[in-house]
Structures are given as C-alpha cells and as structure tokens.
C-alpha cells in the first residue's frame, strides 16, 4: 500500500521517489515456528511493476525487538552509505570504504564496527553496479533475490542496513500462544525427521508437494524418477556435510 499510496504515478523505478520498503511480519519475535521472513518490496527495474521477494533468517525478528515494523527508504544518497539501527537509534553512515566488497566481507566489515552486534543485509558488486539479476544477501546463504531488489539498493547508493534490537515483545495471550506452537512444532516433526535422513527430501518436498503436484499426490512419474534420483545424491552429499544451520526459531534447519 506504501508504494500504491506514496510513490508519483510518472516516477519510473530509479526515480529516488521510488521506495525501498523492507517489512517484518505480525508474529515475528514471537515463539511461534518459522516466523522469520522480511519482505522486500518496490517497483523493480526488471518489470517496471511491483516486485515483492522474500528472505529468511534473523533480519526481520531482529528488526522487530529493535522496535520497527519496516524500514522505508526514499531519495538516493549522493555517495556510499549503510543504515545502522540501535533500538530507538538510528543513523546513516559512510559506506565508502565498503565500496567494491563482496557481502560476506561487507558483514564482516560492519560486524567489526559495531562490535559484532547486528543482524545486516546488504549488496556486493553486482548491486553497486547496477547489473540486474543483483540480489539483497542476508547471512550465508539467505537473500531476496527476486525482480531487482538489489539493484534498487544499489541506486539508491546504500550498501546496507545493520540492525540490533533488545526490547521485547508483548504477547496478549502468551499461554494459548504456546499451545499453539506446540501443536504446529508436532505437525512440523515428521517432515524434519524425514528431512534429517536425506537432504535430497528437500527437492522432494517442493515438486511433490509444490508447483507439480498441487499439493496432492498426483506427480507425473518422470518428475519422480527425477526425485528418487536427487535422493540419492542427497545421501551421498550428507556424508560431508558437517552441520545443519536454519533461520530464526525454524526447526527445519535446511541449511548445510
């Protein structure tokens, strides 16, 4: 509705006028499983339409007892800069010397100045660069990569966003919420069972359950002889995997 509500109908995608909006969901920072996904949204370069891309981990609940819904960002710096949100401070930083670094070298970076403290998207060169498939890398392995999202960033000549929240959050009805989570955590039990057995589950999971079976139990068998053989990579890739790591409160852990 932001986009709808703010953005000039003329403005074009790097207009500063279009907005980068990056938003939390109601039940992040709460016990409940998997709440953890921060949209990302704007008006891509790619479509000239809205473009909405999702990522995991800890940025969105971090964000969330950091005492913010959303981050809204307008205009275009003139030169490299990062958002640095404390709780109820914020500021906008010279991101210069972050100029040209990959992301995992950008975290690291901004780790190091903020004494290790924050949860932090950001872009690498691809972004800088304006080059269109740029994605918004969170973590290892986690990033909004759909429709230009980093791409906008990159325009708007922000390296970053690094937030560090402490405040809590206030739940109206704690106990019923709990058992809550304890049902969905017995439902989600079985499929992490079958997940930890075989990371090629996995791949399973989407085209079974996902865009080629409709969530039923109809799939072509060509898209299974594919499955059953993707499996059997899985075994063969979990003998080196050293360890399972997820997003913010999800049993799931598909990460390796």
């Given at each position: 509705?932001?986009?709808?509500?703010?953005?000039?109908?003329?403005?074009?995608?790097?207009?500063?006028?279009n907005?980068?909006?990056?938003s939390?969901?109601?039940?992040?920072?709460t016990?409940v499983p998997?709440a953890?996904?921060?949209?990302?949204n704007?008006?891509?370069?790619?479509?000239?339409?809205?473009?909405?891309?999702?990522?995991?981990?800890?940025?969105?609940?971090?964000?969330?007892?950091?005492?913010?819904?959303?981050v809204?960002?307008r205009?275009?710096s003139?030169?490299?800069?990062?958002?640095w949100?404390?709780?109820d401070r914020?500021?906008?930083?010279?991101?210069?010397?972050l100029?040209?670094?990959?992301?995992?070298?950008?975290q690291?970076?901004?780790?190091?100045?903020?004494n290790?403290k924050?949860?932090?998207?950001?872009?690498?060169?691809?972004g800088?660069?304006?080059?269109?498939?740029a994605?918004?890398?969170h973590d290892?392995?986690?990033?909004a990569?759909r429709r230009g999202?980093?791409?906008v960033?990159?325009?708007?000549?922000?390296?970053?966003?690094?937030v560090?929240?402490?405040?809590?959050?206030?739940v109206?009805?704690p106990s019923q919420?709990?058992?809550?989570c304890?049902?969905?955590?017995?439902?989600?039990?079985?499929?992490?069972?079958?997940?930890?057995?075989?990371?090629?589950?996995?791949?399973?999971?989407?085209?079974?359950?996902?865009?080629?079976g409709?969530?039923?139990?109809?799939?072509?068998?060509e898209?299974?002889d594919?499955v059953?053989?993707?499996?059997?990579?899985g075994?063969?890739?979990?003998?080196?995997?050293?360890?399972r790591?997820?997003?913010?409160?999800?049993?799931m852990?598909?990460?390796?």
């Amino acid at each position: 509705n932001l986009l709808w509500d703010i953005v000039p109908t003329e403005s074009y995608p790097f207009s500063p006028e279009n907005l980068l909006v990056f938003s939390t969901g109601l039940l992040h920072g709460t016990p409940v499983p998997g709440a953890n996904r921060t949209a990302v949204n704007t008006f891509s370069p790619q479509t000239n339409l809205h473009s909405h891309s999702l990522m995991g981990g800890y940025f969105g609940p971090e964000l969330k007892h950091a005492g913010y819904d959303k981050v809204v960002l307008r205009g275009k710096s003139p030169d490299l800069v990062y958002v640095w949100i404390d709780n109820d401070r914020v500021e906008i930083r010279d991101a210069r010397h972050l100029w040209g670094k990959n992301t995992r070298e950008t975290q690291l970076i901004i780790r190091q100045e903020l004494n290790d403290k924050a949860q932090i998207l950001c872009i690498g060169q691809a972004g800088e660069n304006k080059v269109y498939p740029a994605s918004i890398e969170h973590d290892l392995g986690v990033s909004a990569s759909r429709r230009g999202g980093g791409l906008v960033m990159g325009d708007k000549n922000l390296k970053a966003i690094a937030v560090h929240g402490t405040k809590d959050i206030n739940v109206a009805k704690p106990s019923q919420l709990h058992e809550l989570c304890e049902r969905i955590l017995k439902r989600v039990g079985p499929w992490r069972e079958r997940w930890d057995k075989n990371p090629g589950f996995e791949l399973k999971l989407h085209l079974h359950q996902g865009g080629f079976g409709n969530f039923s139990d109809r799939v072509h068998p060509e898209v299974m002889d594919k499955v059953h053989h993707w499996e059997s990579i899985g075994r063969e890739f979990k003998k080196g995997m050293m360890r399972r790591v997820g997003c913010h409160n999800c049993g799931m852990m598909c990460r390796q």
